[in-house]
């Protein structure tokens, strides 16, 4: 084979090679940065279900063995369901989400092998073709056998180009062979974390059925203890109403003469305003837990009968968990209500935050606090669940916590 005709196999199969890599590596790219980010994405909601989950475990284990508890395991069994729910769909769009990539990466493979494959053959055929022609084009004679000293010259460059072309050539084949072992090796990854993955949802789905069946079974005791259940529970939300009331009372002796804004002196209108500001940014009164009970009128999920009107959000938390101010603000009220342990109030300009069913109190009224700041600890209720209630005002107006508190 004729040194021209060397290069002209050479250049074609680097030209093919690259032009078709070049685009599935930039489609293979573009689903790697895609996987990455949904995969990211939801093994941080896996662990933040995991870690509800784990709360709701460890409240229903400290739940007293009672029927005037019913409606309370109820409402944790309800709540663990629902998270299993979510997260058997977060593991199945995990594995979704892995055979994507394990399609992609296959094709990867296959095509740097197929190509790996060409140039290899590619260039075997090249050795065993300059072999063979040797003697015939011997690159001395082919040199000095030109008619002049540039045309010589020439003839020598180019030989020193292919001698360059052809390390090159087996450079990137080995790159190549690299390239592959690293693409096995992953592949391989995401098979590991496929099967971990489907060893947990099988996990997950047993222990989805049981709280079913645990669920059924306190569904039975509801209805054979109804009517003593009906009565505990209005006894429950008549202590509501007089926190309600308390609150209300509170508030409107602290708006007076707060009525016209212009009149405000200007650091409570500038707290007012930093306050107002922060919504949907203002972090939780604790740092885990979740919503048990939201805010708003709601029919109650087990006693259809009854409605319960909640003038904030509750959220069930761990025992002693440090309870913390949403933001900079006063200590206007600290109070003793039966059913709610001690309850703070704490003035943000014309807003307002309520931090209900805490102890061990550690701030004293009219006490400067700071974002973030310790002021309780989360108490446990009767039947050993801790659960803080947390309302948020403006003026006079009841605002809904959840529109409030950064996203999870």
């Not at 009565?231 to 202590?239: C, G, M, T, V």
């Not at 004293?364 to 039947?383: H, T």
Request: proline fraction near 2%; glycine fraction near 4%.
């Amino acid at each position: 084979m004729p040194p021209r005709r060397l290069n002209l196999v050479f250049h074609r199969v680097i030209v093919r090679y690259s032009r078709s890599l070049l685009l599935v590596m930039c489609f293979i790219h573009l689903s790697s940065i895609a996987f990455g980010q949904s995969k990211a994405r939801l093994e941080t909601n896996q662990r933040l279900l995991a870690k509800e989950i784990s709360l709701t475990q460890k409240q229903l284990s400290s739940l007293s063995k009672d029927r005037s508890n019913s409606l309370e395991h109820m409402q944790l069994l309800r709540h663990e369901i629902q998270n299993r729910d979510l997260l058997i769909e977060n593991l199945n769009l995990q594995i979704d989400l892995q055979d994507a990539n394990i399609v992609a990466r296959e094709a990867e493979i296959n095509l740097v092998k197929d190509q790996y494959d060409k140039m290899k053959y590619a260039y075997k055929e090249f050795v065993r073709d300059y072999y063979r022609t040797r003697f015939q084009y011997n690159p001395l004679v082919f040199i000095f056998s030109a008619d002049s000293i540039v045309k010589a010259w020439k003839r020598m460059i180019y030989y020193r180009n292919l001698s360059q072309y052809q390390q090159l050539y087996i450079s990137d084949l080995q790159e190549k062979e690299s390239h592959l072992l690293i693409e096995l090796n992953e592949l391989e990854t995401v098979f590991e974390e496929k099967k971990q993955n489907l060893a947990t949802l099988e996990d997950q789905r047993k222990a989805l059925e049981r709280s079913r069946k645990k669920r059924e079974s306190t569904l039975k005791e509801i209805k054979q203890n109804e009517q003593f259940l009906t009565q505990r529970l209005n006894a429950k939300l008549a202590q509501k109403r007089k926190l309600d009331q308390r609150l209300a009372a509170l508030v409107e002796s602290s708006m007076a003469g707060k009525s016209n804004m212009t009149k405000l002196p200007d650091a409570i209108r500038k707290l007012n305003n930093a306050f107002g500001a922060n919504k949907g940014k203002l972090p939780w009164p604790v740092a885990q837990g979740y919503i048990s009970r939201k805010f708003g009128k709601q029919r109650h999920p087990e006693l259809k009968m009854i409605f319960i009107t909640n003038n904030g959000i509750d959220i069930v938390t761990e025992q002693s968990e440090p309870v913390k101010t949403v933001f900079e603000g006063n200590v206007i009220a600290i109070q003793n209500i039966a059913g709610f342990q001690k309850t703070i109030l704490i003035n943000h300009g014309t807003y307002y935050s309520v931090y209900a069913n805490v102890e061990d109190v550690a701030v004293s009224k009219g006490e400067k606090v700071k974002r973030g700041q310790v002021i309780a600890y989360a108490a446990a209720s009767a039947s050993n669940i801790s659960n803080i209630h947390f309302e948020i005002w403006q003026g006079r107006q009841l605002l809904n916590p959840a529109h409030w508190l950064q996203k999870k």
